[in-house]
């Protein structure tokens, strides 16, 4: 057993959820550094090495044969904290604001009902597979995260990476709607009255 928890896969799921205070306290340390762009980008490194581990996790179990329950737990719990946290300070920040914050008010309520949801379908032993444009999902949320974590330091390197981050954030609340509904619709058919 502690052998299964601790194998390769768990612990990139462990370091995933390690990941995101570290991620913000490079934000509370931004305005004590020298250079804020130093923050920034270290912001940006330890998120995208964490998106990674969100796929190199699940590919390993797979791969390997070392699927967990606790794997199967906190895989989705640690991609929910990671993006979580990353979209409240990058709000908190001013990187989302405006008309923008409603596409991270639809990521954050789609990801709260579908966990809801699965749980709820869990009591009844009912899975519901991940889709492919879940997938898809998750990825474009991811580059439209780390774009706006890039920020102004990002625009200095390459002008409109913020821009681009929030057009990347609205793509994925609308393909977010649509695999919410997708799940909802799959878990309506076990839905008793």
């Known amino acids: 057993m502690a052998s299964r928890a601790l194998s390769l896969p768990n612990i990139l799921t462990y370091a995933r959820i390690v990941c995101v205070p570290l991620v913000v306290m490079c934000f509370f340390l931004e305005g004590q550094l020298r ?7 270290t912001a940006l490194g330890i998120f995208i090495a964490a998106s990674i581990t969100d796929y190199f996790d699940g590919y390993l ?22 993006v979580a946290a990353v979209l409240l ?11 923008s914050l409603w596409a ?18 869990a009591e009844l032993k009912v899975s519901v597979p991940v889709t492919r444009l879940a997938k898809w999902k998750t990825t474009i949320q991811m580059i439209a995260i780390a774009f706006l974590l890039a920020g102004p330091a990002g625009d200095e390197f390459m002008p409109g990476i913020s821009q681009l981050g ?8 609308i393909v977010t709607l649509y695999t919410g509904y997708d799940y909802f619709r799959a878990g309506l058919r076990h839905i008793d009255d």
């Open 35 to 41: 250079s804020p762009d130093y923050a920034r980008w």
């Open 89 to 99: 300070l990058l709000a908190a920040e001013g990187s989302i604001a405006g008309w």
């Open 166 to 173: 929030l057009v990347l954030l609205w793509v994925s609340a």
């Open 104 to 121: 991270a008010i639809i990521i954050l309520c789609r990801e709260i009902l579908v966990s809801g949801l699965r749980e709820y379908l």
């Open 61 to 82: 179990a797979r791969a390997w044969n070392q699927s967990s329950t606790i794997g199967r737990m906190l895989d989705p719990i640690a991609d929910k904290l990671l």
